[in-house]
């Protein structure tokens, strides 16, 4: 192996890393040649390189990998924080995946510039970048608080929101979001409970941004290897064409290259890489019954779910109390109430405690959506469970033991 062809190997199994260390490798690996090209120049013979030099090239790979590894950015967490924690899941280059695709359509540049998968939840980033504007649409923290920026910001930092200007610039171009849906492999996914997405601007002239969290496991979707993921975000489509492709009987838009663009995401086997709880102890309290239906412990954040059942005798009290149920002005029964008017403080306090009622994640607010018969709770990644972890109230800063639910037990 001779100097060019070690230089190609590493570059093979080596990904981008900061520009400064690149260098810094190269010269080193250069000065292993040198010298060992002056300890053969002696007797004359053709230049090999020893197991010494084999080893040493090896190692420097290894550090560049795994520098490049921790310089990876993924800006999608940094729109995402609220859910998935302020840093990102150490193991999210795991399923990540980056530039997925790219057009330009009416002279706007569509980019599907980060999606990830982690059992649960479709991650996906995308963008539009208008070539005909010169106005940068970010806004700056700075601009919005001041002196008094938030933890990790800086006045440059660019935040959720975006003006009417820059959503009609787009709608100008005729670019944008036409059916509400998307499909995976062919198959339409209407946007299931507790998804959603955020939208901001950039530096980038004529940039929006666009991060949506899609939960497909609540649509009883999950993905495995190469996977079809068609988005709605192209050119407009008209009335007419939208309802020729609608199908009354799935109450879905059939797939169609009309106004989406098409990318593949490699999901590889993630559902193997999620740990599940399920069924787990009754926690019965004076308002509620409640146990974990799943826990599900993903490469990207922690999922909780809670199986409630209401007292009837603490339901038929709070009936008594306040009546059948919520009604308008003219006194006229709009719903009934139901089990989380009655357990609702004790659900809203809860919070994931350890076996000794520390905080799991300080500062983080779990809480992600109740009814009348369940809750749901979302957690950063959670590198090591704990033996015992539980959701419990939290009154004056600490955790109410006594009234807590079993999520994760010694033996479990």
Not at 75 to 103: I, R
Not at 182 to 205: C, E, F, H
Not at 283 to 296: D, G, I, S, Y
Request: charged residues 25%; contains cysteine; hydrophobic residues 40%.
């Amino acid at each position: 192996m001779n100097e060019m062809e070690l230089k190609k190997a590493l570059t093979s199994v080596t990904p981008e890393v900061p520009e400064q260390f690149h260098l810094r490798m190269e010269q080193t690996l250069e000065s292993i040649v040198a010298q060992e090209a002056q300890m053969k120049n002696s007797t004359k013979k053709a230049i090999r390189f020893s197991a010494r030099t084999v080893v040493l090239a090896a190692a420097l790979a290894v550090m560049m990998c795994a520098v490049a590894l921790a310089a990876t950015q993924w800006h999608l967490f940094d729109s995402l924080s609220f859910m998935t924690g302020k840093e990102t899941p150490v193991n999210a280059g795991l399923v990540m995946q980056s530039d997925l695709y790219q057009d330009t359509v009416n002279n706007v540049e569509i980019r599907v510039r980060e999606a990830g998968y982690d059992g649960r939840t479709l991650l996906v980033q995308y963008s539009y970048r208008m070539l005909d504007e010169t106005e940068a649409y970010g806004i700056r923290a700075g601009d919005v608080f001041g002196d008094e920026l938030p933890e990790g910001m800086t006045a440059d930092t660019i935040v959720e929101g975006i003006s009417d200007a820059a959503l009609e610039a787009l709608d100008k171009h005729s670019v944008g979001w036409n059916y509400d849906q998307l499909w995976i492999d062919g198959k339409g996914i209407d946007m299931p409970g507790n998804s959603g997405g955020v939208y901001q601007g950039s530096t980038v002239p004529g940039e929006i941004i666009y991060t949506e969290y899609w939960r497909i496991d609540n649509a009883n979707v999950s993905m495995s290897g190469p996977t079809k993921i068609t988005l709605p975000i192209g050119g407009y489509v008209s009335a007419e064409e939208k309802k020729a492709l609608f199908d009354r009987e799935s109450g879905m838009y059939r797939l169609t290259d009309k106004g989406t663009l098409t990318f593949v995401y490699d999901a590889k086997d993630v559902l193997s890489q999620v740990k599940v709880i399920t069924d787990g102890e009754e926690k019965v309290l004076p308002e509620v019954t409640a146990k974990v239906k799943e826990a599900a412990f993903t490469p990207l954040m922690t999922y909780i779910t809670l199986e409630l059942k209401v007292n009837p005798d603490a339901m038929k009290a709070f009936i008594e109390e306040m009546g059948e149920g919520y009604k308008d002005d003219e006194e006229n029964l709009m719903w009934s109430y139901g089990g989380m008017d009655v357990f609702e403080a004790w659900v809203c306090s809860l919070e994931l405690v350890d076996g000794k009622g520390t905080l799991v994640f300080p500062g983080h607010a779990g809480q992600n959506g109740y009814g009348n018969e369940w809750a749901e709770f979302l957690y950063p990644y959670m590198e090591s469970v704990p033996d015992e972890l539980y959701l419990a109230p939290m009154e004056d800063g600490k955790a109410d033991m006594t009234k807590a639910v079993a999520v994760k037990t010694m033996n479990r």
